[in-house]
């Protein structure tokens, strides 16, 4: 920037090349609203009252003209495929080609004449179009790290977090997530918390490094896939290497804060000198460099290539095995089925991450992760790509849809059944993290195959030719067919033909990392 307006001054440069960007665009409602027809004329002083006259009061005022104004008709609305069809077959409607959308459902709901972003809506086109199978209240399940604060570290250009916790999503009241980036090199400094963190590396490698209680020590490398785990309390440190790192990291308590972390560098200040010139056995002058303020996310020495320069061990030893604070999760191949694949993560594999449970599950287009729900856990789930919707239901009558694209954090209570569909062109990718020593769920469909069926079909009137296609062991994935409105023509869900417009999904040889 010192640069170009150098030159700009010196007149290199043209006087266009200096002015500032245009503002965001985006798509809105045009013309009055709310009685004010925009832009209003430009003064270049104060002029007109700030107050109205006590003649404009109700019945004092006269009546106003109620037609031949700023009306609220709405124009031949514009509709999308699946928006005339049964509200209870709740088609996903695709927005993207409405201008603008309309709240509208077969004869459900109206026309909508502004104020509006229609961004928020084709993002989110079953909270402004709902099912008509939606009902009742349930809490908020969705919550954008897009719209998450997004922290700066310390010093030039280090990294950044964010984070989800209940002061923004209040219902997730067990788990809350953060999203970090460690610039190559940087580093989350040393550091503990009072809450379990459990993390999944989403882009670059970490050099990790921990101590537990017995002066056990620990350091490894992770990647992309890959996943570490520390008990409440444990010290650790986290550095991004040569290609720097971006991760995922979940805590078992909702009301978890970034901000309220244990950082070596603030209990150096808040301590006398006196104490840890006694506590090291060293001078006061010793301590005289120590930093004037916390560390946080900062740029470091480059970790050496050969990790054994940095396995520093005590009588405690080295950390190894069951005991080991990372599991290589991307060297594990996914588990394949129509429809989709999933790769589970639990205490089963990974012991030290006792109550932590994850499922990593790939979506073909329109592909359903099947109706299910968590016997003792709340799910807390990411988005990593795509884009997909989540029905909840809640005891005793009410249920709620979402839309959720990459970046976007669900939250859905124990016991709450759901389902993820996907609703794009392309595979969908999300995590599943549970606070369970096991990681499992109930299936809606394996439930009533394993029913007696004269039970299943005195409750449900379901007939014995869907009874009978019923799996009696867990399938997790459902295939579906990729254009999503074609149920409303054809009455099959299950075809798995798409539309001409569906992109190549990822094939299983390629989501275990293997080459064609």
Same mark, same amino acid.
């Given at each position: 920037?010192?640069?170009?307006?150098?030159?700009?001054?010196?007149?290199v440069?043209?006087?266009?090349?200096?002015?500032?960007?245009?503002?965001l665009?985006?798509?809105?409602?045009?013309?009055?609203?709310?009685?004010?027809?925009?832009?209003?004329?430009?003064?270049?002083?104060?002029?007109?009252?700030l107050?109205?006259?006590?003649?404009?009061?109700?019945?004092?005022?006269?009546?106003?003209?109620?037609?031949?104004?700023?009306?609220?008709?709405?124009?031949?609305?514009?509709?999308?495929? =699946?928006?005339?069809?049964?509200?209870?077959?709740?088609l996903?409607?695709?927005?993207?080609?409405?201008?603008?959308?309309q709240?509208?459902?077969?004869?459900?709901?109206? @026309?909508?004449? *502004?104020?509006?972003?229609?961004?928020?809506?084709k993002?989110?086109?079953?909270?402004?179009?709902?099912?008509?199978?939606?009902t009742?209240?349930?809490?908020?399940?969705?919550?954008?790290?897009?719209?998450s604060?997004?922290?700066?570290?310390? *010093?030039k250009?280090?990294?950044?977090?964010?984070?989800?916790?209940m002061?923004?999503?209040?219902?997730?009241?067990?788990?809350? =997530?953060?999203?970090?980036?460690?610039?190559?090199?940087?580093?989350?400094?040393?550091?503990?918390?009072?809450?379990?963190?459990?993390?999944?590396?989403?882009?670059?490698?970490?050099?990790?490094?921990?101590?537990?209680?017995?002066?056990?020590?620990?350091?490894?490398?992770?990647?992309?896939?890959?996943?570490?785990?520390?008990?409440?309390?444990?010290?650790?440190s986290?550095? =991004?290497?040569?290609?720097?790192?971006?991760?995922?990291?979940?805590?078992?308590?909702?009301?978890?804060?970034?901000?309220?972390?244990?950082?070596a560098?603030?209990m150096?200040?808040?301590?006398?000198?006196?104490?840890?010139?006694?506590?090291?056995?060293?001078?006061?002058?010793?301590?005289?460099?120590?930093?004037?303020?916390?560390?946080?996310?900062?740029?470091?020495?480059?970790?050496p290539?050969?990790?054994?320069?940095?396995?520093? @061990?005590?009588?405690? =030893?080295?950390?190894?095995?069951?005991?080991?604070?990372?599991?290589?999760?991307?060297?594990?191949?996914?588990?394949?089925?129509?429809?989709?694949? #999933?790769?589970?993560?639990?205490?089963?594999?990974?012991?030290?991450?006792?109550?932590?449970?994850?499922?990593?599950?790939?979506?073909?287009?329109?592909?359903?992760?099947?109706?299910?729900?968590?016997?003792?856990?709340?799910?807390?789930?990411?988005?990593?790509?795509?884009?997909?919707?989540?029905?909840?239901?809640?005891?005793?009558?009410?249920?709620?849809?979402?839309?959720?694209?990459?970046g976007?954090?669900?939250?859905?209570?124990?016991?709450?059944?759901?389902?993820?569909?996907?609703?794009?062109?392309?595979? #969908?990718?999300?995590?599943?993290?549970?606070?369970?020593?096991?990681?499992?769920?109930?299936?809606?469909?394996?439930?009533?195959?394993?029913?007696p069926?004269?039970?299943?079909?005195? @409750?449900?009137?379901?007939?014995?030719?869907?009874?009978?296609?019923?799996?009696?062991?867990?399938?997790?994935?459902?295939?579906?067919?990729?254009?999503?409105?074609?149920?409303?023509?054809?009455?099959?869900?299950?075809?798995?033909?798409?539309?001409?417009?569906?992109?190549?999904?990822?094939?299983?040889?390629?989501?275990?990392?293997?080459?064609?």
């Amino acid at each position: 920037m010192y640069i170009q307006t150098t030159l700009l001054a010196a007149g290199v440069l043209p006087l266009a090349y200096g002015l500032p960007a245009p503002q965001l665009t985006y798509e809105e409602n045009k013309g009055p609203v709310g009685g004010i027809s925009a832009p209003l004329p430009s003064f270049t002083g104060a002029a007109g009252d700030l107050r109205g006259s006590a003649d404009l009061q109700g019945g004092v005022a006269s009546r106003p003209p109620t037609s031949g104004g700023d009306n609220a008709i709405v124009e031949n609305p514009q509709l999308v495929n =699946g928006q005339e069809a049964d509200p209870k077959l709740g088609l996903y409607l695709n927005f993207n080609s409405a201008d603008p959308p309309q709240p509208l459902r077969g004869e459900l709901g109206g @026309t909508d004449p *502004g104020p509006r972003t229609y961004q928020y809506e084709k993002l989110n086109p079953d909270l402004y179009a709902p099912p008509g199978t939606d009902t009742g209240d349930v809490p908020n399940a969705m919550w954008p790290m897009g719209l998450s604060h997004n922290r700066p570290g310390t *010093g030039k250009q280090g990294g950044w977090a964010r984070q989800q916790n209940m002061a923004v999503l209040p219902n997730a009241k067990e788990m809350a =997530g953060v999203d970090m980036r460690l610039e190559p090199h940087s580093y989350r400094e040393l550091h503990w918390h009072t809450s379990a963190e459990w993390a999944l590396v989403l882009k670059g490698s970490v050099r990790v490094a921990a101590m537990n209680e017995d002066g056990a020590s620990y350091v490894d490398d992770v990647t992309a896939g890959d996943v570490w785990y520390f008990p409440p309390g444990i010290p650790h440190s986290l550095q =991004g290497l040569d290609e720097g790192a971006e991760f995922l990291l979940v805590f078992d308590d909702g009301a978890f804060s970034e901000d309220e972390t244990f950082l070596a560098s603030e209990m150096m200040l808040r301590s006398p000198k006196e104490v840890w010139a006694k506590d090291f056995q060293s001078d006061v002058s010793a301590l005289d460099n120590i930093p004037d303020d916390q560390k946080y996310i900062f740029k470091g020495t480059p970790a050496p290539a050969d990790i054994t320069k940095q396995n520093v @061990t005590g009588s405690g =030893g080295f950390l190894s095995g069951p005991s080991a604070y990372t599991y290589h999760w991307s060297q594990q191949e996914f588990h394949n089925t129509t429809g989709g694949s #999933v790769k589970i993560l639990d205490p089963v594999t990974f012991p030290i991450a006792e109550m932590f449970s994850a499922a990593l599950v790939v979506l073909e287009p329109g592909a359903l992760r099947e109706v299910h729900w968590h016997t003792t856990s709340d799910e807390w789930s990411y988005f990593l790509q795509g884009s997909a919707r989540i029905t909840v239901f809640k005891a005793p009558a009410a249920s709620r849809t979402f839309d959720f694209t990459a970046g976007d954090v669900g939250y859905i209570a124990q016991a709450a059944g759901h389902y993820v569909e996907n609703t794009g062109t392309e595979d #969908v990718i999300f995590l599943e993290v549970l606070q369970a020593k096991k990681f499992g769920d109930i299936s809606a469909s394996q439930w009533f195959a394993l029913t007696p069926r004269q039970i299943v079909k005195d @409750t449900l009137n379901l007939t014995d030719e869907v009874l009978d296609r019923l799996p009696k062991d867990k399938t997790y994935i459902k295939p579906g067919n990729a254009n999503l409105t074609a149920i409303a023509v054809t009455g099959n869900a299950n075809a798995t033909t798409g539309n001409a417009n569906v992109s190549r999904s990822l094939s299983a040889r390629e989501r275990n990392g293997r080459s064609n």
